[in-house]
């Protein structure tokens, strides 16, 4: 029985079918309450026969939903309707990178920037024990705002408990894309799996086609594992030898060949491509290492416009989600269900490095290196102090929190922001402290939304009572001064934000859209924020900043003396009020 457009699914309400495979369908729905589109993958009714399968996917949804990176396709929730489990996931508007592949080759800027979501994305979910294990160009999105996105996280971890509804003589994973030790249906899958499906993605993106093409999954699948890997250079003579290099190391037979970690290959294809010179496949930037070494200032990978224009606007909303369905199809149709442990705790050299942006050389930062001899004048930066406290006791929050505080330190936000997230999963759920050391470290810097973050995680620890009022103050505070300059990368904070308090996260959205240049965006989201609660001061505060943007000084006066001169309100309001009076005057 499939949901019918027009229908309410829980507070859901279904508005058009984005997509169908054999496992799953998945729709487009509306969440009133919210004010958001939602994409819901629903199981097909074949898989309900099995309890056992069911409570394993509700298990298995809770582990991948944990993965909070901003490359990552979030689950916002899980549930049943009419005896049907489904998934709950943002709803992305856009189309696949198979899809942009299909156009033509990519751009430089457009290879710099998947190379940078997915592989730091991939890199992440590894740091938290979490395998992808089917890596492939339609498992990538690309919305329209240019942001790319990781999907079906897990997807094979929930399969899993489907053996008994799946044929027993098929092999988990996507033939063109499928390790050598997966093909062969090895139980002790690691990162190594999805470092040779990465790089068979890197290799169609450079080369211009995937290694082993034929008529058959099967031999496709036969060619991967015994076959020699075709040279790029011979299938296409502009790749440079120095990239040659990498793919052929990362599509190694034997896992132990390739390279160690994601982060390992990040480096060495980045590496690669400064060394090189010259454009790669079908590119149009020449990147020359004699410049590109040199330009360090931006810590962040920036999004790339171009792959967002050449998408087709008519097939947009519903090609950004054929992965959903059609990419399960495929799984079924040559995959039997394989368990693989990934453990967290490895060897150090796959601690996280610092990111920097394509194409210049990541400084990788290794905690096997030995201390410096009595007398060196270049004692450890606090980076790689932290690192080699994280190699020593790689469960230990107290050690990640070090990691991303010297990491904000030294401006390596998006790796900071990664690893506060390692390190509040990390800390005991049910304790204060940490999450208020946390926060406390964080506001000193200034680090708005990491702050709000840490004080979001204690909330959940009153349950039905009330946040004490100061850490109320200290969270709403921080939200609103996050947003202001919120980073890219740490855009799922508003997601977040929606599930724990809906007015403040419209003032955050609104905030935002102020200080983006979206002045009318700014007043909706005011709008919607004095409808559910109109008594808000920080609404009367937004109010005034809006005025002020729109030059209506006199306006803005009225409300910041108001808010200055009201002793009932929490003191960062009229701290904030008092500081935009003294620029109007």
Not at 519 to 548: G, N, T
Request: aromatic residues 8%; neutral net charge; charged residues 25%.
């Amino acid at each position: 029985m499939s949901f019918n457009i027009g229908e309410n699914v829980g507070p859901y309400r279904i508005i058009e079918q984005l997509g169908q495979g054999g496992m799953a369908t998945v729709y487009k729905a509306y969440h009133a309450s919210l004010d958001r589109y939602v994409a819901l993958k629903v199981l097909h009714p074949a898989f309900n026969q099995d309890q056992t399968f069911t409570m394993r996917f509700q298990r298995e949804a809770r582990v991948v939903a944990r993965l909070e990176h901003t490359n990552i396709v979030p689950i916002y929730d899980y549930s049943e309707h009419e005896g049907r489990p489904y998934l709950v996931m943002k709803y992305i508007e856009g189309d696949t990178l198979k899809a942009r592949l299909n156009q033509g080759p990519l751009t430089s800027a457009e290879i710099e920037h998947v190379v940078n979501s997915v592989g730091y994305a991939l890199a992440y979910a590894h740091r938290q024990g979490i395998l992808h294990r089917d890596i492939k160009p339609s498992n990538v999105m690309i919305a329209t705002d240019g942001a790319i996105y990781l999907a079906d996280f897990g997807l094979a971890r929930i399969a899993e408990a489907g053996e008994s509804t799946m044929s027993s003589d098929s092999i988990m994973g996507t033939p063109q894309y499928i390790s050598p030790e997966q093909a062969m249906g090895k139980k002790d899958l690691d990162a190594g799996t999805d470092i040779y499906s990465f790089g068979v993605m890197l290799y169609e993106m450079v080369v211009g086609r995937v290694p082993f093409t034929a008529d058959t999954p099967f031999s496709i699948i036969h060619d991967h594992i015994y076959t020699p890997l075709p040279l790029p250079t011979s299938v296409n003579p502009n790749v440079p030898e120095s990239v040659q290099r990498v793919l052929l190391k990362s599509l190694a037979k034997d896992r132990a060949d390739r390279y160690a970690t994601v982060e390992e290959l990040i480096k060495a294809f980045k590496d690669a491509w400064t060394e090189s010179g010259v454009p790669m496949q079908g590119t149009a930037i020449v990147m020359r290492a004699s410049i590109v070494k040199d330009d360090k200032t931006n810590p962040q990978p920036q999004a790339d416009s171009q792959a967002t224009k050449k998408l087709p606007e008519e097939k947009k909303k519903r090609a950004a989600w054929r992965w959903a369905a059609g990419g399960a199809l495929s799984l079924i149709c040559c995959a039997v269900v394989l368990f693989a442990a990934f453990r967290y705790n490895r060897k150090p050299a796959e601690l996280p490095v610092v990111a920097s942006p394509m194409p210049v050389a990541t400084q990788a930062v290794r905690p096997t290196q030995p201390p410096p001899p009595p007398g060196n004048q270049n004692p450890p930066s606090d980076v790689q102090i932290a690192i080699d406290e994280v190699a020593k006791d790689p469960r230990n929050p107290d050690a990640h929190l070090r990691l991303s505080l010297a990491l904000w330190d030294a401006k390596e936000l998006r790796t900071a922001f990664d690893e506060m997230t390692q390190a509040a999963n990390l800390a005991d759920p049910n304790k204060p402290d940490f999450f208020l050391k946390a926060a406390e470290e964080y506001t000193k810097r200034e680090a708005w939304t990491l702050a709000a973050s840490m004080y979001m995680r204690v909330a959940p620890i009153y349950k039905g009572g009330e946040m004490p009022e100061d850490l109320q103050n200290n969270l709403r505070e921080s939200v609103y001064k996050a947003s202001e300059k919120i980073a890219s990368f740490e855009l799922k904070f508003f997601d977040r934000l929606d599930n724990f308090n809906q007015p403040l996260a419209h003032l955050a959205r609104g905030r935002h859209a102020l200080y983006s240049g979206k002045i009318e965006e700014a007043k909706r989201q005011l709008e919607q924020a004095k409808k559910i609660k109109p008594d808000m001061p920080e609404a009367s505060l937004f109010e005034a900043e809006i005025a002020m943007k729109e030059g209506d000084n006199k306006k803005a006066l009225d409300i910041f003396t108001s808010l200055s001169e009201n002793n009932a309100i929490p003191e960062w309001i009229r701290r904030m009020a008092d500081s935009f009076l003294k620029s109007l005057r």
